[in-house]
């Protein structure tokens, strides 16, 4: 029974997180030249993809302490979030950075120095940004969250060669749509969190993709991110991101014993690859 459920919940999501990113043929991108904006290969031909196996780690304040960084650094790629770094960090979290995914806030706030710090140099970066649900493209061109486009342009110009995406809105929406008719209760009208969007992203890219502290282990605490001392349960339950509905869900479609996730925090996803629907 268990079996089916989760067969049957991957298969949902393969059909609902085929990745999408801003390509310039529709408008107003269109326009405004960004054809020749975007990197002309898409993100699933990346240099070494399809990636045999993939670990994405999230920056929760309980993977302080783990010892994983050799096992997460032995993956064919590692995905990080937002800010989070590796330096002073590496016995915890590894020293391998393939893609890194940063909300707008990154791209927006002058605190984050996208363009200066070496976080976001020599990488693959994917930008997003809640667009409202409808994805009135036009509408989210003129009024984003935050504003990633100026930020994305300039780093387009200035560095052509560095592979960097925004995700569509539509993708983010299917991705929230698909957690909304598998939770019981009604959950935030409000994107998931870009941990969710990374899981997602990572197995149209990768042929296992290992989780870590994505689901809380048992050093699970309340200090929010490994690299800073605030404390804060709603980073890892949610408040604005329907957050604990996508960790059950995870939870559900993972193959993980229960003493990976108590000990190492790390649950186990296919690749959409090596899910046959
Ligand atoms: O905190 P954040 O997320 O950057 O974390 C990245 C992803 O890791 C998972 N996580 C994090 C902490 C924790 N205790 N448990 C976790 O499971 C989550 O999946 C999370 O998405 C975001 O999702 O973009 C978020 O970004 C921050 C902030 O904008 C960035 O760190 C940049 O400074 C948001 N914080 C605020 O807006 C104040 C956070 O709500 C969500």
Redesign the pocket.
């Known amino acids: 029974q268990k079996q089916l459920e989760k067969q049957a919940l991957l298969c949902q999501l393969k059909q609902h997180a085929q990745v999408r990113v801003l390509d310039g043929t529709e408008e107003p991108f269109a326009s405004l030249g960004w054809k020749h904006l975007v990197p002309s290969d898409h993100l699933d031909k990346l240099p070494g993809t399809p990636f045999r196996t993939c670990a994405v780690v ?5 993977i302080l302490n783990s010892l994983l960084g050799k096992e997460i650094d032995s993956h064919d790629a590692v995905l990080r ?4 770094p590796t330096q002073g960090f590496h016995k915890d979290v590894g020293k391998k950075t393939t893609i890194r995914i ?2 707008s ?2 791209l927006a ?1 002058s605190e ?1 120095r996208f363009n200066r710090s070496s976080l976001y140099k020599n990488i693959t970066l994917v930008g997003w940004d809640p667009a409202p649900y409808s994805a009135d493209l036009e509408k989210w061109y003129r009024e984003p969250d935050f504003d990633l486009f100026t930020g994305y342009e300039d780093r387009r110009r200035r560095s052509p060669s560095q592979p960097f995406y925004i995700l569509h809105p539509a993708f983010i929406w299917s991705l929230w749509t698909m957690l909304q008719t598998n939770t019981e209760e009604n959950i935030q009208p409000n994107p998931p ?6 899981i997602a992203v990572m197995m149209n890219l990768c042929e296992s993709v290992d989780v870590y ?2 689901i ?1 282990s048992k050093r699970h605490t309340t ?3 490994y690299y800073e001392a605030l404390r804060d349960m ?3 339950l949610g ?3 329907p ?1 604990l509905y ?2 059950l869900l995870v939870r559900r479609m993972s193959t993980a014993s229960i003493a990976e996730i108590s000990e190492k925090g790390k649950v186990t996803l296919p690749g959409f690859s090596k899910i046959s629907c």
């Open positions: 999230s920056s929760a304040g309980s979030f937002n800010a989070a940063i909300n806030q990154v706030n984050h969190s870009t941990g969710y969007i990374g502290e994505f809380p200090r929010c991110h709603a980073c890892t408040a604005y991101h957050l996508e960790k």
